[in-house]
């Protein structure tokens, strides 16, 4: 089904500790490229620690090795501090991930690159709004224009829709599906939420005692 | 008006308030945005302790100032700036600087005008090397934070996306905490070290309110305090009364202005 070519991230036998606590033991998968890669998992399994293990030792050993470059992948953590009266312009938020360039200035080119990110994440009428005083989904859609704008090939989604209502949440996934398709990006997305995992999952990777299993969500139907 | 200019101290005053108020600005919008405040609040008392420990050894108190803020920086940007921004490791610094600052000071023997002259400074008593000192701080500034301008902006104004998406960021950290010392030791001779705190935070906390980007923060912070020091400097010469007591006042409404702007403005 998916070949060598399509590999973006393999992981081999990772184990997974905090603070000396084992949480995951021999956890082996791959994630290709265009699919949407649901992380699942009871509270406290292990599921954030899991993806920070990836990110410290991403190419550095054989335990997780991609063909991409680690500027070419992007985190997108649950929780960020921002406050109500946070000034920054959501342009200007999402322009804060740029960071190829030295210029102090943002090049027409890389302005024009925002504004695309602001349209695929739907969030034209919000680009001269403080970040401050947006929702809870806005915000969440403005994070992941921000991961966008450097051009990813692997997103990584921690619990974005944990705080969102009902359309909110279906909304926020709405767009990442467009980005995989427009794109080819590949995500992988911490949730708690199956409904989520059913109708946008290409893969449910679940993690349980200690282990976690991959498989495809459309065959475990 | 005129006549207040025709002084070579008001026009020195008034020229190191131009290039404090390009400080301010710079450095100022990061601070706030970083949160650093109280660390900067503690920074001023840590150079009045490192100015008391250059009196004592008898060298150029800046010296003093410049080792101890720049020490503390690069301490508090290696081991985290989580720590320095918890109350009670605030006021453990601050108590313990301030102490540290007394003793050397009565150890060094001199007279205590020289403690109250680093606390509150005295910008209309300054030199043409003082200015000359500060455009080259000025300049220095400039260049580096353009330098690493991308990389500031974005551990200052989204700190966690940073820490997981870009690299070099304790290194920028530290960068930006030794700049930061080397204004607060080089201005705290000028303003004053109680000051230059309320310089570098009120009008970039004011700025934030009105404005909703870098560029146009920095450049209303730059004007915020340059109205500040420039009025509080006319007002001073003519009522006489201390200069540092007008600029704190206007600075104070300016950020009250502010506040009710934005509660106006949200309704």
Known sequence: ????????????????????????????????????????????????????????????????????????????????????????????????????????????????????????????DLANTPLGSCSGGEQQRVYLAQALVSQPKLLILDESTASLDKEAKFMLLDVVKSVIAETGASVLFITHDPVLVQQYGDYDLNIANQAGTIKPVKEAQ | MLEMLSYPFMQYAFVASFFISILCGLMGVFVVARKTAFFTHTLSEISFSGASFGVFLGTNPILGMLLFTVLSSLMIGTVGSRVSRRESSI???????????????????????????????????????????????????????????????????????????????????????????????????????????????????S??????????????????SLIGTWFGLYLSFITNLPVSFFIATIETIIYIIAVIYDKVTRI
């Open chain 2, 91 to 205: 006021s453990v610094f601050s108590v313990f600087f301030i102490g540290l600052g007394i003793l050397f000071l009565s150890l060094a023997d001199t007279q205590s005008s020289y403690a109250t002259n680093i606390l509150f400074g005295s910008i209309v008593g300054i030199s043409y090397s003082n200015v000359q000192t500060l455009v080259g701080l000025s300049i220095a500034i400039i260049v580096i934070t353009t330098l690493i301008y991308r990389k500031l902006k974005y551990n200052s104004f989204d700190n966690v996306g940073a820490s997981f998406n870009s690299r070099a960021n304790t290194l920028v950290s530290v960068i930006f905490l030794i700049l930061l010392a080397c204004t607060v030791s080089v201005t705290a001779q000028i303003v004053g070290s109680l000051l230059i705190f309320a310089l570098l935070t009120i009008p970039a906390s």
């Open chain 1, 1 to 124: 089904m998916s070949t060598e070519s399509n590999l973006i991230l393999s992981v081999r036998d990772l184990d997974v500790s905090v603070k000396n606590r084992k949480l995951i033991s021999d956890l082996s998968f791959d994630i290709f490229a265009k699919t949407l890669t649901c992380v699942t998992g009871e509270n406290g399994v292990g599921k954030t620690t899991l993806i920070k293990t990836i990110l410290k030792q991403f190419n550095k050993n054989e335990h997780v090795q991609s063909k991409i470059k680690r500027s070419d992948m992007q985190y997108i953590p649950q929780l960020r501090n921002i406050d109500d009266d946070y000034p920054l312009t959501v342009f200007d938020f999402i322009g804060l991930g740029l960071q190829h360039s030295i210029l102090p200035w943002l090049s027409k080119k890389e302005k024009q690159s925002v504004q695309k990110v602001i349209e695929m994440t739907k969030l034209q």
């Open chain 2, 207 to 224: 700025a934030r309110y009105f404005v909703h980007s870098i560029w146009s923060m920095t450049i209303l912070t730059f004007v915020f």
